[in-house]
Each structure stands twice: as C-alpha cells, then as structure tokens.
C-alpha cells in the first residue's frame, strides 16, 4: 500500500493499493455521518465493474444509489449535471450524504463539479479507475463541465476527502486509453522529478509510478493550489497539444497531443539554448517507446493561429512551461512573436 497525504485547503489522503476496491464498503463506513452514498460511474465501468461494485457496497452501512452516465466528454456537459442535480434532489439526498465518483477523469469532473454545487457544497470520494485520473484528474481539486464553447468552461475547485486508487482495475484499460495516461506521467518526470522520468524506460511498477507521479502533483497544488503560479508548470505540453488537438478536430486522444507538445516544446528549448540537446534526445525516446505518433502534419501559422485564441492567453504574452533540464521545468512569460517562434523552432 502506498499512501500520501495532500495538505491544501483539505487534507486529505491518497491510498493506492492492487484490490483495495474490495475495501471500498468498509472505508466508507469510516464516514458514520454519512446515511447515503451516491456511486457515479459511466456504463463501460459499470459494465465491467457492476456486480463487483455492488458486492462491495453491500458491507456498507449506509443506503446506496447509483447513477451511470454515458462513457465520453460529451457527459461533462450542462445537460447531463443538471440531470444529476435532480436525481440527487428527488432520492433526498442531503448534506451530508457523500458522492463516490468510480470511473476516468470524464467522471471525477463531473462528480466533483455536481459536489461542489448541490446544496452549495457536499463531499465526495474519488475512486480513479484510469491510469490518468489516478496521476491527474483525481488529484488536485480541479472539477469542470464543458461548455458548447469549449472545454472545461464551467469549473469549480473542490477537494475530494479521500482518494481510493485501486492499480488492479487498469488491467482492463483499451491499450490506448492506457497509454494516454502515461503522457501526462512522462511530463511529471519532465516537470520536477527525474528520478521518475528514469524509471519509465525499464520495467514498470504501477504503484510506484501513480505514487510518484501522485507526489509531483502534490507539491505543485500544495504550493499554488487556485492555479496563479506554479501550478501552471502542469501545463507542460498542453498550449501546443490543445492547439494539435483542435487543428486535428480530436483526431489525435489528448495524450498523444500533450505527448506531441512537449516534443515541440522541448525542441525549441534546445533551439533557445536552454535545454541540452542530450536531454531533448532523452524526451523524445522516451516518449517514443510508448508509441507516441510524434509527426503532427500542421504547420507552425496553423497552430499559432489556434493559439491566439487560448484560454490561457494574457493579452499580448502567453506563458509557456519550458524544460530547462528533464525533472527542472519552468514557466516563461513570451510575447505572441516569440510563441511562433518556438512553433517554428519545435516543428522544424
Ligand atoms: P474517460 O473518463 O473518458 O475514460 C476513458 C475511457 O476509459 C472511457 O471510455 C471510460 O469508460 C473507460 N474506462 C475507465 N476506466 C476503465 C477501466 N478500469 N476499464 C475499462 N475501461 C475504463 O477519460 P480519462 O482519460 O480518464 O479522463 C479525461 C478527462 O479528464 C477529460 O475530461 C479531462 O478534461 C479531465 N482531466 C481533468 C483534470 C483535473 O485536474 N480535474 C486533469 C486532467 C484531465
Ligand atoms: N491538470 C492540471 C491541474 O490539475 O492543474
């Protein structure tokens, strides 16, 4: 078992162990406050988790309601919050009853955005059931529903009281859902831990990397937990990678996009002079031995185009997450000229 503990606004712990799922009835009983429990999962988690799930809860004290959703961004929309909303209001669930979201990052946000506004606030448990919302999404506080406008336009931050990470339910991850999470793994690594960086090229033991990728994390959100500062350093990757994503209208998952982004950003570090041309060469192996498509087929105009529309945009700058070293990231105010350049510096 390994646990850590995340001290921001909350305190509350992480506890990652192979079959702690078959716990998760008696953890809960520790909430004795609690008269009902609201599991939200989607219809492939359930799917496959049905029986087990409902198994486990039956060792439970409290009552227990259910709400499955369809697999896929489309369910953190407006639509499908309210209908949660309602669900939670006709089966009187009150303040002091408990959500579980069991299930991806689709629905860890959309659990937490329901918790953070169904009678202005109720607690909820995070039970990650893929490898990115067990280093990512349930971590951190962040919940969010999109917008027809864009992606997570609508968001709150909201702290889970406890996060259960159970590594024995990525067994039955697709391939390629399974491997997306290690995008974001690979850009902790980059961000400010190499000792985990150089462990993801021999053989891999899952707990370890949840745990240290949990850890990188950790440090950021404890720091900067609203997201005005250093947090931001988990955004390496993702200016460039939100801009493939769009010019390749989601042809490409998001890992491979975050994946595709660090190597242009990495790139134009080593053009910039800050980055060794050793440790790029180190990156880009690295994030091709997990069979990352590393050749998006857009232009630097086209890309820059995308960008100067990004949410993330302050006026005439952006600040971009640049890797100084591999474990030794850090965030560098452009002007929207220089951003070009380094799409040009990157793409070249
Ligand atoms: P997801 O939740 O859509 O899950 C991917 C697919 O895997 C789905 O089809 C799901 O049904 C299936 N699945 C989940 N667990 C499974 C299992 N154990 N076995 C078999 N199938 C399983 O996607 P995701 O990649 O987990 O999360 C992406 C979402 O996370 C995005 O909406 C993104 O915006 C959000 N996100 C949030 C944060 C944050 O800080 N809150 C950070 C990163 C990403
Ligand atoms: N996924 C980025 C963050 O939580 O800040």
């Known amino acids: ?32 406050d609690v008269n009902k429990f609201c599991i939200i999962t989607d219809s492939n988690v359930s799917g496959i988790y049905n029986e087990k799930i409902k198994g486990i809860m039956s060792k439970c004290n409290a009552e227990i309601i259910y709400y499955t959703i369809e697999p896929g961004e489309t369910s953190k929309s407006g639509e499908v919050y309210l209908k949660i909303m309602e669900f939670l209001a006709k089966n009187q669930f009150t303040r002091t009853d408990m959500l579980v979201a069991i299930g991806g990052g689709v629905v860890g946000d959309l659990t937490g955005f329901v918790a953070s506004t169904y009678l202005r606030g109720v607690d909820f448990v995070q039970v990650p059931t893929t490898i990115l919302a067990a280093v990512d999404s349930s971590v951190g506080g962040k919940t969010a529903i999109n917008l027809k406008s864009g992606k997570n336009l609508a968001g709150t931050f909201h702290q889970p009281v406890k996060v259960i990470c159970d590594s024995d339910m990525f067994d ?39 745990k240290k990728s949990v850890l990188a994390k950790a440090r950021l959100v404890e720091e900067d937990e609203f997201d005005n500062g250093n947090r931001r350093l988990l955004n390496l990757g993702h200016t460039f990678g939100h ?17 595709m982004g660090i190597v ?17 060469d180190k990156i880009r192996k690295l994030i091709q031995t997990y069979g990352f ?9 086209r890309l820059y185009e995308i960008i100067l529309l990004d949410k993330k945009r302050e006026g005439e700058n952006i600040t971009l997450v640049v890797p100084f070293g591999i474990g030794d990231s850090r965030l560098v105010k452009l002007t929207l000229e220089e951003v070009e350049n380094y799409l040009i510096e990157g793409l070249n």
Not at 15 to 30: F, P, Q, R, V
Not at 268 to 277: H, N, P, R, T, Y
Not at 293 to 301: D, S
């Open 1 to 32: 078992m390994q646990i850590v503990d995340i001290n921001c606004s909350k305190k509350y712990q992480i506890i990652i162990e192979k079959g702690i799922i078959d716990n998760l009835g008696n953890i809960l009983n520790d909430y004795s």
């Open 172 to 210: 039955t991850l697709p391939k390629d859902i399974r491997r997306d999470g290690f995008a974001e793994v690979i850009k902790y690594g980059i961000v400010n831990d190499k000792e985990l960086f150089d462990k993801l090229s021999g053989n891999i033991d899952i707990e370890y990397v949840i």
């Open 243 to 259: 801009a493939i994503e769009i010019a390749a209208e989601y042809k490409y998952s998001h890992g491979e996009a975050v994946a």
């Open 264 to 280: 242009i950003v990495s790139k134009a570090a080593v053009a910039e002079g800050f980055l060794a041309k050793k440790e790029y």
């Open 293 to 301: 498509n590393l050749e998006p087929e857009f232009t630097a105009e």
